[in-house]
């Protein structure tokens, strides 16, 4: 635990070193997706991540043996949480954590504001997809046998953007939860592995995306008052302590 934590505290200071740097490079590209939270005309991936591995690489060639190591070990029940994670692109995949009652019936407030974070993390992704063109892992070897979803660009990885982004935002709002939380982050990200669909390098890079992304929602007007709303919907359910 006290490794995955060290990671994130990694991750946080060069997501902050990023955020300045948006403050000095100005305007990025213009996006085909209208962001709701995230000022879309001030951020760019190539700033803030570098390259991916090329292929054929030494590093490129490293990561896909990890993936033939994971494919040849993993279980049956890790296959299963895996692929289940692989379905769950919704804030809901933290129920794990915060239990049977963490569902978008008893929470409409949370599964809405969160539903509008996704949309801004698979902007801020798709940012990065479209600048890279990176090749999924069954595309450079067809050997491999995934057993996830994956038809898009490669890197960053979006699950893992994704993932990383909820779960600072909801460690935000119940800091007692904060470890299991971002353990649970740090596991939806490497189930990208465990499904054979991305490189270790996409769900590092989506960890400091959805990082940096989590850090400009902040200082966003409309998203503070949408988080409050959440977060006080949370506590009311006893899910999260009260201030």
Not at 9 to 21: D, E, F, I, P, W
Not at 197 to 206: K, M, P, T
Not at 219 to 225: D, H, I, W
Request: aromatic share 6%.
């Amino acid at each position: 635990m006290r490794q995955q934590i060290s990671s994130l505290s990694r991750t946080v200071l060069v997501a902050g070193s990023a955020v300045l740097l948006l403050c000095l490079v100005g305007a990025g590209p213009v996006l085909a997706r209208d962001s709701i939270f995230l000022p879309a005309d001030q951020f760019d991936l190539q700033n803030i991540l570098p390259p991916p591995p090329a292929e054929t690489s030494a590093q490129e060639a490293d990561e896909l043996a990890e993936l033939h190591r994971i494919e040849a070990s993993r279980t049956t029940e890790q296959a299963e949480r895996a692929k289940s994670d692989d379905a769950e692109e919704t804030v809901f995949a933290y129920r794990t954590v915060f239990g049977k009652d963490f569902s978008p019936e008893r929470l409409p407030t949370v599964a809405a504001f969160f539903e509008r974070v996704k949309n801004d993390a698979s902007v801020f992704a798709q940012a990065g997809k479209v600048a890279w063109h990176r090749r999924r892992p069954i595309a450079v070897d067809p050997t491999l046998h995934p057993i996830g979803r994956g038809t898009s660009e490669s890197y960053p990885s979006g699950h893992s953007t994704l993932g990383w982004l909820n779960g600072i935002v909801l460690a935000a709002m119940a800091p007692e939860r904060r470890a299991e939380i971002l353990a649970r982050a740090a596991d939806y990200a490497h189930n990208r592995l465990v499904c054979g669909v991305h490189f270790r390098s996409d769900i590092e890079a989506g960890q400091v995306t959805g990082t940096v992304a989590s850090l400009l929602l902040m200082r966003n007007a409309q998203f503070q008052a949408e988080f409050k709303a959440a977060r006080l919907e949370l506590q009311q359910a006893h899910l999260a302590a009260a201030p």
